[in-house]
T-cell receptor, first 113, second 113 residues
């Protein structure tokens, strides 16, 4: 069975602080894909990143970085120097074929000025 | 803008009624997915179509049905509505089954009174 756990329900930080959103997953598949999506207050779901199970390289995109560790089944997301516009709900997701993408419960991030 | 268009944006209806939600995928995308986001269940996969054919089913109730038309747009039909069906319904599309990220529309917020 596939499962994604985002243990942090809500996080609140002050602008310019760094923040890490945790994602732990369970799967029996050897090939799978992990995703992060952002849902701002306006409600749409915005794709941020996809990582496949064979690529454990960390990725950095501007202030965003992702740390994928198969040994701990984790795919954590760090925002450096957070900004108010980063306030949103962030979802981690797992799939092996896109037919049934499993989402975590989401972490609500609030960045205060 | 993800390129996925969902209409209507908001829908308010009474219990027992039937509604139809519409989705136009990104240009060139053959796969369409429907998801339900409710407060207590999070993001749940309902159903997927690929090039007009049903490809996968998730937690979709028998009262719900969907189809994908030759022009690739999709409709989700919800009937005998109950209060618990109130949720945000997302459509997503991807370029092919398997590996492409899902790109989500802005959702249809359904309120059943």
């Amino acid at each position: 069975a596939q499962k994604v756990t985002q243990a942090q329900t809500e996080i609140s930080v002050v602008e310019k602080e760094d923040v890490t959103l945790d994602c732990v997953y369970e799967t029996r598949d050897t090939t799978y894909y992990l995703f992060w999506y952002k849902q701002p207050p306006s409600g749409e779901l915005v794709f941020l990143i996809r990582r496949n199970s064979f690529d454990e390289q960390n990725e950095i995109s501007g202030r965003y970085s992702w740390n994928f560790q198969k040994s701990t089944s984790s795919f954590n997301f760090t925002i450096t120097a957070s900004q108010v516009v980063d306030s949103a709900v962030y979802f981690c997701a797992l799939t092996y074929n896109n037919n049934d993408m499993r989402f975590g419960a989401g972490t609500r991030l609030t960045v205060k000025p | 803008d993800s390129g996925v268009t969902q209409t209507p944006k908001h829908l308010i209806t009474a219990t027992g009624q039937r509604v139809t939600l519409r989705c136009s995928p990104r240009s060139g995308d053959l796969s369409v997915y429907w998801y339900q986001q409710s407060l207590d269940q999070g993001l749940q996969f309902l159903i997927q179509y690929y090039n007009g054919e049903e490809r996968a089913k998730g937690n979709i109730l028998e009262r719900f049905s969907a189809q994908q038309f030759p022009d690739l747009h999709s409709e989700l039909n919800l009937s005998s509505l109950e209060l618990g069906d109130s949720a945000l319904y997302f459509c997503a599309s991807s370029s092919r089954t398997g590996l492409s990220p899902l790109h989500f529309g802005n959702g249809t917020r359904l309120t059943v009174t």
